[in-house]
């Protein structure tokens, strides 16, 4: 069921891109990146809208009047807030859903860019099994060089006058991620949200960092590619957000 | 109150979405970019079974089933050894690592001690290295191919031969000629003093095991699922044969046929003079292993943990059922004087005995 509906149209795609890209599988992973990132946009942008909309009302001067007025009353408390909910066209469950939604899609994502590599004998003779039979045989295994990589092995950038290789991806993912992730999940008001905030803007970083470290440098590759189109969706999201701000209600009038 | 609930959900479900993510991810990792894994890499002698097979290689005894020695002493997270050892008459064993090191041991006790290492390869080496003329050749996936004194480790051409592509297979010498099969599709004939290109052909898709070397002729299976039959002295095509699918695992050959399996699992005996099938037989699962010959029958070992015994004559199962062992059966069986040595992958047990007459099998080697 994964391998028919995910995992295995996603290989194929990668591949076929491949080909049409001229057999560069660097250039392979960043365009097939795009297009799943265009593909699940919408949901995205409903994570991402949902987000944002949740730290502006909880950032509000109602909000927190209304936490500290019903403080001993949860079920008032409850129904206050969900009449602020309404108001600014906020679904609770909406920015989860989108991200329960991308998850299966992601994980392909990272399957098939591991797969496609093949980087040993077990690997290409399990890929062979996953390849549809219209595409040529004679692309297979993929070339993995890429500009100074081979994207099967870690990356590790060597300058003759250093003493030392430098993990020029790996840098680059712990970057990306933390501006993702701060992009992503505005600062919280209350403790515990900020809590997580802060939580996430370490783990996420320092987790995708160490695959990055150790991985095959096609990964890495992946991991900043998505990272810099989250990003740059983030802004326009919080641009556009920003220039419409006058025509929604005001969150602060209590 | 359930809303409220919700909302502080919201964000840890958020979180804990991308803890899910992390683990997912780096449990896909271990399972293939970061362990790296293959099937394991086994020669024999008369005495011992020599097994390249994640952190170690050992020696394993073929009567007993008991480690001889293993090396490294401990294992090192940044040493795995996946390509079949090479070993000759005299007790060298050469072995390449997917650290990009190639070892030369001797025995030492419970271990082995290093005689000399050789680190000029830029990746792993993944296929077995040959030892033949005072000297060892050894395949690597940074596109070449090595030429090392055997006794010193030094390199014996003014420059390594460099295919296309990564080289995976091992390669063969008949005394005239070195060949190697490379994954960007060519065979190479080289000249064994220089590591000269004496002639190359270009087969359309990638060649992944060891071509098969026998009647002046060099088979070659290959990702399109056509075996070449190449002379081996001008690379000129002799014949073709079409299979149903890639063919991973290249040909047996004996008395004049040649016997392989494809990918899909449908084994096929041709004639060596001119390609033509003598018969054709499904077995129980993809196969990827060259078959190992013994006496009038031929052994195939499929991934699904079943090894086939077929008369070479007709294909007719020469066993009532197919031994049915554990893991994946993804390397090449070997004939031994105990029987008929079968490695496994994604098994508890590591190295099976099958006899050859009956099918019946026992558990040689398991790793602690």
Known sequence: MWNTFILEPMINALILIYQFLGQNFGLSILLFTALVRLITLPLTYQQMRSTMVMSEIQGSDRYKKMQEKYKNDKQKLSEEQMK?????????FSGCLGLIIQFPIIIGLYQAIIRAMAATPAQLFDLSKHIYNFIPTGLIPLNSQFLYMNLGQPERLSLSFLPFEIPVL???VVISTYLQTKLTTPASPDSQGSQMTQMMGIYMPLLLGYFAYTLASGLALYFVASN???????????????????AKPQISKG | MTFIKVLSRNKWATLLTLVIAGFVLSSCSSASALA???WPGVRADSENAYVAYGPFVRAISLRTGEEQW?????ADRAVSFYAPPAIDEEGHIIVGGYDKQVYSLSPDGLSASITWTFDGSQDRIIGGPLIADGTVYVPSADRKLYALDLETGQPVWAQPFEAGHSLWSAPLMNGTHIYIAALDHHVYALNPQTGAVEWSVDLGSAVSDTPTLTDGLLLCGTFEGVLYALDTETGSIAWTFEASDAIWGNPAAE????????VSGIAYSVAIADGSMNWKRDLPGPTSATPAILGDRVYF???????TALVMDNGDPAWP????????????????????????????????????????????????
């Open chain 2, 321 to 368: 059922s197919s031994a049915t062992l554990t893991g994946r059966l993804l390397a090449d069986p070997i004939v031994t004087s105990e029987g008929l040595l079968i490695p496994a992958m994604e098994s508890e047990c590591e190295l099976y005995m099958v006899d050859p007459d009956t099918g019946g099998s026992r558990c040689l080697f398991q790793a602690q």
């Open chain 1, 84 to 92: 602020l909910f309404r108001e600014f066209g906020y679904n609770p």
């Open chain 2, 255 to 262: 008395g004049g046929n040649a016997f392989f399996a494809d």
């Open chain 1, 228 to 246: 810099l189109l989250g990003i740059v969706q983030g802004l326009v999201m919080r641009r556009v957000r920003e220039s419409n701000a006058g």
């Open chain 2, 70 to 74: 293993h090396f490294p002493a401990e």
């Open chain 2, 301 to 307: 070992a499929s991934e699904t943990s079943a090894v």
């Open chain 1, 170 to 172: 790996t840098i680059l």
């Open chain 2, 36 to 38: 790296a894994s293959s």
